[in-house]
């Protein structure tokens, strides 16, 4: 995780009790007593103006309880929120500060845009699923939106399966075991590192639960029938930096 930061700043975390403490700040570069649309907020500021939106939108839930509240850029409560709150999080990234002007041009060219796009990638999808419930693999194509005005969607020729897909290309490995009697650190040991050779760090996965990794080795000791693991279980082994094709045990007698 260091060397994330190497060449960029670390986020700083923010203090609910310490912003909440500090002193107003006058700091609104050089709009201070303008335009309040035009004002770029500091850290603090941005911070009360969360905290009284958050109050304001609360109190209107509480009058309309079973009436949802819309995105409406126009609806000052709403942009006071979206403002205040997308800042504190540029702060944390040490990303400069949008005006609440920048931020509702920004917010009313989003929400169209991503209404627009999603229906033309919708009508993309379901031509293409016609060609795959037809079976007609000729004419399925691989689309995509483009960026440029000229030409919006673009597409070209399915490409062959990728043998080494970590997702479509899983290899399964059936592996006969006695549950009741291989323990956990056998199979790491013995299975994993020893008959197929792995050499880096790995965590052992069933269904939803990790039940090895190397900062979890509780479980080594325990058979594979005290962890709950049958015959027909399935056990997924992973690559702890994720760049190898996880192999899948499928355990039998």
């Known amino acids: 995780m260091?060397?994330?930061?190497?060449?960029?700043?670390?986020?700083?975390?923010?203090?609910?009790?310490?912003?909440?403490?500090?002193?107003?700040?006058?700091?609104?570069?050089?709009?201070?007593?303008?335009?309040?649309?035009?004002?770029?907020?500091?850290?603090?500021?941005?911070?009360?103006?969360?905290?009284?939106?958050?109050?304001?939108?609360?109190?209107?839930?509480?009058?309309?309880?079973?009436?949802?509240?819309?995105?409406?850029?126009?609806?000052?409560?709403?942009?006071?929120?979206?403002?205040?709150?997308?800042?504190?999080?540029?702060?944390?990234?040490?990303?400069?500060?949008?005006?609440?002007?920048?931020?509702?041009?920004?917010?009313?060219?989003?929400?169209?845009?991503i209404a627009t796009t999603n229906a033309i990638i919708a009508g993309a999808i379901i031509m293409q699923a016609l060609h795959a419930l037809k079976k007609n693999w000729s004419k399925a194509r691989s689309v995509w939106f483009g960026r440029t005005a000229q030409r919006a969607l673009n597409s070209t020729s399915l490409e062959k399966p990728n043998p080494g897909c970590p997702t479509c290309r899983t290899p399964y490995v059936s592996l006969k075991v006695d549950a009741e009697k291989m323990t956990l650190e056998t199979l790491v040991e013995d299975v994993v590192k020893g008959w197929l050779g792995v050499e880096w760090d790995i965590s052992v996965v069933e269904g939803s639960r990790i039940i090895y990794d190397p900062d979890f080795e509780d479980n080594l000791g325990k058979t594979l029938g005290d962890l709950n693991i049958k015959h027909g279980s399935q056990l997924q082994i992973n690559d702890e930096e994720g760049s190898k094709i996880p192999v899948i045990f499928m355990l039998s007698e």
């Not at 960029?8 to 335009?35: H, M, W, Y």
């Not at 907020?41 to 509240?69: H, Y």
């Not at 609806?75 to 403002?83: E, H, M, N, R, S």
């Not at 205040?84 to 920048?102: E, Q």
Request: charged fraction near 30%; include cysteine.
């Open 2 to 113: 260091e060397d994330m930061w190497k060449h960029r700043k670390r986020p700083v975390p923010l203090d609910f009790d310490e912003l909440q403490s500090a002193a107003s700040s006058s700091e609104t570069t050089n709009c201070a007593g303008g335009i309040k649309d035009q004002r770029i907020l500091s850290t603090k500021d941005s911070f009360d103006l969360f905290v009284d939106s958050l109050s304001r939108l609360a109190t209107r839930a509480q009058q309309a309880p079973n009436s949802p509240m819309e995105w409406d850029k126009d609806d000052d409560d709403a942009l006071d929120f979206a403002t205040s709150a997308a800042n504190l999080r540029a702060s944390v990234f040490s990303i400069p500060s949008k005006t609440r002007f920048d931020v509702k041009q920004m917010a009313g060219n989003i929400i169209p845009a």
